[in-house]
């Protein structure tokens, strides 16, 4: 990766990374539709390594917002011509996302699947294509569907893939919903997974077989 880019990669990051500061401390007053939401910068690191280490090609994001996670991610998995699909719902999360994208020049590696993640999942579970197509995913929407995801996911990501799920721990609101998570991929024998304390708590989960 040239220069040039990874210096327009970190503007954008750094300048998400003080809107989600100010939003946190309650220094701006955003409206809750138009909130980042967004994974701290260390999982933001977290992710970019594994996706070195496992040499990802092939990317699922489900829960975009204003895009900060998924330049996190572009950033590692461009450098081998990789590719991220990416869902969001938020009409104005997905125009300032196409902006931080288009800043960041990473468009190219980024393709944007707008509607209801459940929806675009099921028309994505029925394509043969996409059948152990994923080999790194990271879940970061809606708590209360979260195990429905997974199980709609786990076909689609090919043997030794890595699916990161975020919120396990803070949030404290979705504690329990995350704990009841963690619970039922524990018992499922086609993976092995753990809980990260990394930010606001990350799910590590590898897939078996």
């Known amino acids: 990766m040239n220069t040039e880019k990874m210096t327009d990669i970190f503007e954008v990051l750094g300048k998400l990374e003080k809107q989600s500061s100010l939003e946190k401390s309650r220094e701006v007053d955003v409206p809750s539709d138009e909130r980042m939401l967004a994974i701290t910068k260390e999982t933001g690191e977290l992710l970019n390594m594994l ?23 572009a950033e590692a998995i461009s ?11 938020n009409p104005k999360k997905i125009k300032k996302a196409r902006e931080n ?3 960041a020049n990473v468009t190219d590696t980024i393709t944007i699947q ?12 029925l394509q043969e294509k996409y059948r152990e197509f ?12 979260v195990i429905e ?9 090919s043997v030794g893939g890595v699916i990161i ?7 404290k609101k979705y504690r329990e919903e995350m704990r009841k998570y963690a619970l039922y ?11 990260s304390p990394i930010g606001n708590g990350e799910e590590i989960t590898v897939k078996l077989r």
């Open 101 to 103: 994208f288009q800043d």
């Open 149 to 157: 995801y997974f199980d709609m996911i786990l076909p689609m990501v």
């Open 79 to 89: 450098e081998i011509n990789g590719k991220i699909i990416t869902i969001e719902q």
């Open 134 to 145: 994923f080999d790194f995913v990271l879940i970061d929407a809606d708590k209360e569907n």
């Open 185 to 195: 991929i524990q018992a499922n024998q086609d993976v092995r997974t753990i809980t």
């Open 114 to 125: 707008e509607g209801l993640a459940m929806q675009i999942l099921r028309e994505f579970s």
């Open 165 to 171: 799920t975020d919120n396990m721990l803070y949030p």
């Open 51 to 73: 996706i070195r280490m496992k040499n990802a090609k092939n990317m699922l994001e489900v829960g975009m917002s204003v895009g900060y996670s998924t330049i996190w991610c």
